[in-house]
Antibody, heavy 123, light 108 residues
Framework: QVQLQESGPGLVRPSQTLSLTCTVSGGSISNVSYYWSWIRQPAGKGLQFIGRIYTSGSTDYNPSLKSRVTISVDTSKNQLSLRLSSVTAADTAVYYC???????????????WGQGTLVTVSS | DIQMTQSPSTLSASVGDRVTITCRASQSITNRLAWYQQKPGKAPKLLIYMASTLESGVPSRFSGSGSGTEFTLTISSLQPDDFATYYCQQYNSYSPYTFGQGTKLEIK
């Protein structure tokens, strides 16, 4: 079955750019039945959707993060990536990637999720 | 953004109890709602999508209902493995996708 695995630095300095990669195994990131997404969760808090990307490269971002976020896909490596610029302590969270079901008229439940990776923003 | 409000925030119950968690949307989302279970240190796991469709492999004691703005997740007979935090998520509109704040189900 499809599995997702996040990777990247666990510590990022304030004002720098957070960069994470999600490697998809057991299935193709080019499958038209899915979008791919990033979600984050600060410690002890709820879930915030960051954005999603289609295999074509089309993206949708959370307006609250849009000016700082870039999500991209590398079909040759079966990976998606997240870049979040100008980070502050408020960006400290567990970051998850997840597959988004695409039925055309309905796009939206998330399954499966990666295990998550903790990113701490600190000097 | 569509706001999702879950109640209660915390629920104390015993093994064997029937429990219900409610999720309300700030505007109609038809039936475009999913439920997830999250255990400490783990990623959320999909339980239900399209408000009432049980994901493959999820025990039948879990059920979902509702449409429009009010939805419920019911666990018919709590098992020890069910104590976790539950989240609802709307996907009616990508403006963006939003989650409820979570309901922590604790052992009484």
């Amino acid at each position: 079955q499809v599995q997702l695995q996040e990777s990247g630095p666990g510590l990022v300095r304030p004002s720098q750019t957070l960069s994470l990669t999600c490697t998809v195994s057991g299935g193709s990131i080019s499958n038209v039945s899915y979008y791919w997404s990033w979600i984050r969760q600060p410690a002890g808090k709820g879930l915030q959707f960051i954005g999603r990307i289609y295999t074509s490269g089309s993206t949708d971002y959370n307006p609250s993060l849009k000016s700082r976020v870039t999500i991209s896909v590398d079909t040759s490596k079966n990976q998606l990536s997240l870049r979040l610029s100008s980070v502050t302590a408020a960006d400290t969270a567990v970051y998850y990637c997840a597959r988004v079901r695409n039925l055309g008229v309905v796009i939206g439940w998330l399954d499966p999720w990666g295990q998550g990776t903790l990113v701490t923003v600190s000097s | 953004d569509i706001q999702m409000t879950q109640s209660p925030s915390t629920l104390s119950a015993s093994v064997g109890d029937r429990v219900t968690i409610t999720c309300r949307a700030s505007q109609s989302i038809t039936n475009r709602l999913a439920w997830y279970q999250q255990k400490p240190g783990k990623a959320p796991k999909l339980l239900i999508y399209m408000a009432s469709t049980l994901e493959s492999g999820v025990p039948s004691r879990f059920s979902g209902s509702g449409s429009g703005t009010e939805f419920t997740l019911t666990i018919s007979s709590l098992q020890p493995d069910d104590f976790a935090t539950y989240y609802c998520q709307q996907y009616n509109s990508y403006s963006p996708y939003t989650f409820g704040q979570g309901t922590k189900l604790e052992i009484k």
